[in-house]
């Protein structure tokens, strides 16, 4: 079964507003990675953050964690059309190489 | 520049034939996944492989199998396809760090038609 839990299931906004996408998980994690995948694409990677960080930046990209609520969310600033596309966090368990993903959040940025 | 291939891009079968998916790297990565989408569940790992001669099942692995011969390949067999088994599958490689898991790689996918 997924770890990870996406929220919402889809979104709809602007250009040039931010988004905003939740995840939770289970179980202890080594780390949390988002992915990106557009429409008949493979999954591309945005960001990890390990379990002892709080937050991390990568140009437009947000990311936080909070271990003690087992959640994770991904902030777009000034979104583009180019952002539309489905969003996956994976949570990556202690002493396995492995990830589990969640089921994605859908993203359609209107011009 | 190093990259993750899969073949062929779409496949239409029948139900009881045997279909092998391939998959390829350059990454010189040790860890490579098969991963099936489909709608309302996400990426499901169905096999994974941590090196040569290793493998592992993954939470969807009944019907499937893999070998892994060399570093740069991990072909996704199915024994005797199904409806069920119609799908997208994408593969993936990381590196084997003693960090935890690594950054995966994702290739382009194969759509798979089983009928």
């Known amino acids: 079964s997924q770890q990870g839990e996406e929220d919402p299931q889809a979104l709809s906004i602007q250009e040039g507003e931010n988004a905003t996408m939740n995840c939770s998980y289970k179980?202890?994690?080594?780390?949390l990675q988002w992915y990106r995948q557009n429409s008949g694409r493979g999954l591309v990677h945005l960001i990890l953050i390990r379990s002892n960080e709080r937050e991390k930046h990568s140009g437009r990209l947000r990311v936080t964690l909070d271990t003690s609520k087992k959640s994770s969310s991904l902030l777009i600033t000034a979104s583009r059309a180019a952002d539309t596309a489905s969003y996956f966090c994976a949570t990556a368990p202690w002493g396995a190489q492995k990830l589990v993903f969640g089921q994605g959040t859908r993203l359609t940025i209107n011009p | 520049d190093a990259e993750i291939t899969q073949s062929p891009r779409h496949k239409i079968t029948e139900t009881g034939r045997q279909v092998t998916l391939a998959c390829h790297q350059t990454?010189?990565?040790?860890?490579m996944f098969w991963y099936r989408q489909d709608l309302g569940h996400g990426l499901r790992l169905i096999h994974y492989s941590y090196g040569v001669q290793d493998t592992n099942k993954g939470e969807v692995s009944d019907g499937y199998s893999v070998s892994r011969s060399n570093t740069e390949d991990l072909p996704l067999t199915l024994e005797s396809a199904a409806s069920s088994q119609t799908s997208v599958y994408f593969c993936?490689?990381?590196?084997?760090?003693?960090?935890?898991?690594?950054?995966?790689?994702f290739g382009p996918g194969t759509r798979l038609t089983v009928l």
């Open positions: 990454w010189n990565h040790n860890n």
């Open positions: 993936a490689s990381s590196l084997l760090t003693s960090e935890g898991t690594d950054t995966q790689y």
């Open positions: 179980t202890s994690i080594n780390n």
